[in-house]
T-cell receptor
């Protein structure tokens, strides 16, 4: 069975401070991991995937297979980063069966 | 390009009734997935349809079913509604081979009384 855990429901940081949103997963094979984001009054959308190893809006995430983690990081938080962040895992090749974590609400305070 | 659309946006039903929700994917997207979102359980995968066939399925009872039409539009049906079925039902579409990039609709808010 695949499982995604996001231990923090709410994370509050000041503008300019570093951000780390935690995500741990449980999966027996080689997972595909993603971060999705939902800004206020907008639809859920893909932020980044581990395979691409890109930096999107200053966010990065590294897959650590030893610790089964995929934490999302940003060195300097901006007010516009305030949103709900979901970590997700897809254990299916050639299709979709995304398992989402329960989400972390990030609040960036001025 | 128009985004994923879902109808209706809000629905109130009584226990024991059945309901059908509709989803129109982005043009060119042949994969459509359905999710249930509740405060207690979060976002849970229901099923994925591709080329009119159910390709993947989550852990939901048989009361939850779906189908996909030749134009990729999809419907989801819930029979014998229970109070616990009250939720936001999200539909998402994706390109073939890019199932990891789900484009979500606004959702249908179902309330069961």
């Amino acid at each position: 069975a695949q499982r995604v855990t996001q231990p923090e429901k709410l994370l509050s940081v000041f503008k300019g401070a570093p951000v780390e949103l935690k995500c741990n997963y449980s999966y027996s094979g080689s997972p595909e991991l993603f971060w999705y984001v939902q800004y206020s009054r907008q639809r859920l959308q893909l932020l980044l995937r581990h395979i691409s190893r890109e930096s999107i809006k200053g966010f990065t995430a590294d897959l650590n297979k030893g610790e089964t983690s995929f934490h999302l990081k940003k060195p300097f938080a901006q007010e516009e980063d305030s949103a709900m962040y979901y970590c997700a895992l897809n254990g299916i090749r050639g299709g979709n069966k995304l398992t989402f974590g329960t989400g972390t609400q990030l609040k960036v305070e001025l | 390009k128009a985004g994923v659309t879902q109808t209706p946006r809000y629905l109130i039903k009584t226990r024991g009734q059945q309901v059908t929700l509709s989803c129109s994917p982005i043009s060119g997207h042949r994969s459509v997935s359905w999710y249930q979102q509740t405060p207690g359980q979060g976002l849970q995968f229901l099923f994925e349809y591709f080329s009119e066939t159910q390709r993947n399925k989550g852990n939901f009872p048989g009361r939850f079913s779906g189908r996909q039409f030749s134009n990729s539009r999809s419907e989801m049906n819930v029979s014998t509604l229970e109070l616990g079925d009250s939720a936001l039902y999200l539909c998402a579409s994706s390109l073939e081979g890019q199932a990891w990039e789900q484009y979500f609709g606004p959702g249908t808010r179902l309330t069961v009384t």
